[in-house]
T-cell receptor
């Protein structure tokens, strides 16, 4: 079993819709959760971090964490073609020095 | 502010040749440093990480090595490249304990021919 699982996609949504990206993890001791966006040919960039159960909103992005069910999700509201990228989920224990990354979900936002 | 520099951006090397990729961080001290590799269409594979000078952990057995000669410098090396070493190499840094996420460099695309 992989430490972090993501559906590889591609997930296709029309412009203006809500994109929902999901991630499950296996280590119940995980306490730090991150979403990275990676455009084709570029390096990943951190877009959201979440540490507590519930929702965390930042602009059009909302991260959701449910530790009991061991999943973390990312919602992108009013999706734009510029959101088309691969989204990577990363998980870590507190003070653990390294993350476990999922293999990423490719998102296509169609104009 | 902190910045991370990684070079070169692209590299084409013959099989059996040596490799040296360099990464430096500015604007912080005693960072954690990481080398990742991403094969085409694949996820990120952690190769090495370092929590301090001469403190390097290797995650996968392979013909690569890493060194940290200075606090903010991390070098990835190979004595003889294999075709399977082709990929996108990413350096990253974090504050100690990595609790607040990594910041990645711009990456080096290595093609072994």
């Amino acid at each position: 079993q992989k430490e972090v699982e993501q559906n590889s996609g591609p997930l296709s949504v029309p412009e203006g819709a809500i994109a929902s990206l999901n991630c499950t993890y296996s280590d119940r001791g995980s306490q730090s959760f991150f979403w990275y966006r990676q455009y084709s040919g570029k390096s990943p960039e951190l877009i959201m971090s979440i540490y507590s159960n519930g929702d965390k909103e930042d602009g059009r992005f909302t991260a959701q964490l449910n530790k009991a069910s061991q999943y973390v999700s990312l919602l992108i509201r009013d999706s734009q073609p510029s959101d088309s990228a691969t989204y990577l989920c990363a998980v870590s224990r507190w003070n653990f020095n390294k993350f476990y990354f999922g293999s990423g979900t490719k998102l296509n936002v169609k104009p | 502010s902190q910045t991370i520099h990684q070079w070169p951006a692209t590299l084409v090397q013959p099989v059996g040749s040596p490799l040296s990729l360099e990464c430096t961080v500015e604007g912080t001290s005693n960072p954690n440093l990481y080398w990742y590799r991403q094969a085409a269409g694949r996820g990120l594979q952690l190769l090495f990480y370092s929590i301090g000078i001469d403190q390097i952990s290797s995650e996968v057995p392979q013909n690569l090595s890493a060194s940290r000669p200075q606090d903010r410098q991390f070098i990835l090396s190979s004595k003889k490249l294999l075709l399977s070493d082709s990929g996108f190499y990413l350096c990253a840094w974090s504050v100690q304990s990595a609790n607040y996420g990594y910041t990645f460099g711009s990456g080096t695309r290595l093609t072994v021919v």
